[in-house]
């Protein structure tokens, strides 16, 4: 059945009394037909309102009351609360402000992790090379002096012999093994190498 206000009816049969027999007409399935070809309704201008989807669902499953709707209208109320809650916990949250974080402070707090890293590490080595170089020696650098002294080297190999006498424990023991006259002509032989490593060294810096 058409569905108008009667004084909208009067207006309408004075204008076109041929519409009068339409009055009282039934129309199958004018309902659903005015749901999906109602004004606005593909746009999403006219959509269905909730008091709409009240009357029609009661119409259709004939409840009187609207119990079962209200109980769905108060689920969707409180999904919708929650979600906004949830959103705001997201958006306070350390991990949101830590995404706000550029770039390129991420590349600079990572370099200087890696800087600090290597650090450590050169300290590490350097104390452990420090403790072993320390403990291989076997007699204290002042013998080491005397014994390089009584050589009669003059003042530039004596001081070369001496640093790698110190830093060569190992070598100390083999020079100091040879009898004494033979000692000088034995460490000058092997002293080039590491003349030669010094030179190296001096001239790099």
Known sequence: MWDAEPGA?????QSYPQ?????????PHYESLKQLYGKDRANGDGAETPAEMRQRLSQQMGVADGN????IDRMATQNGATRETDDENINSSPEANKRHKTYKEEVQEKLLKDIE????????????????HTAK?????????????????????????????????????????????????????????????????????
């Not at 009816?9 to 049969?13: D, K, L, N, V």
């Not at 650090?119 to 420090?130: F, P």
Request: glycine share 2%.
């Open 137 to 205: 020696l076997s007699m204290p650098a002042k013998e080491i002096y005397q014994h390089v002294s009584e050589l009669g080297l003059d003042a530039l190999d004596k001081k070369l012999a001496y640093r790698y006498l110190t830093e060569n424990a190992n070598v100390l023991e083999i020079v100091l093994g040879y009898p004494f006259e033979e000692r000088k002509e034995f460490l000058m032989d092997i002293l080039p190498s590491y003349l030669c490593k010094y030179i190296v060294i001096v001239s790099f810096f």
């Open 9 to 13: 009816w009067a207006t309408f049969i």
């Open 117 to 132: 890293c290597v650090s450590d590490a050169i300290n590490k080595s350097t104390d452990a090379l420090v403790k072993a």
């Open 68 to 71: 079962i709707i209200a109980d």
């Open 19 to 27: 519409a009068k027999e339409w009055m009282n007409k039934h129309v």
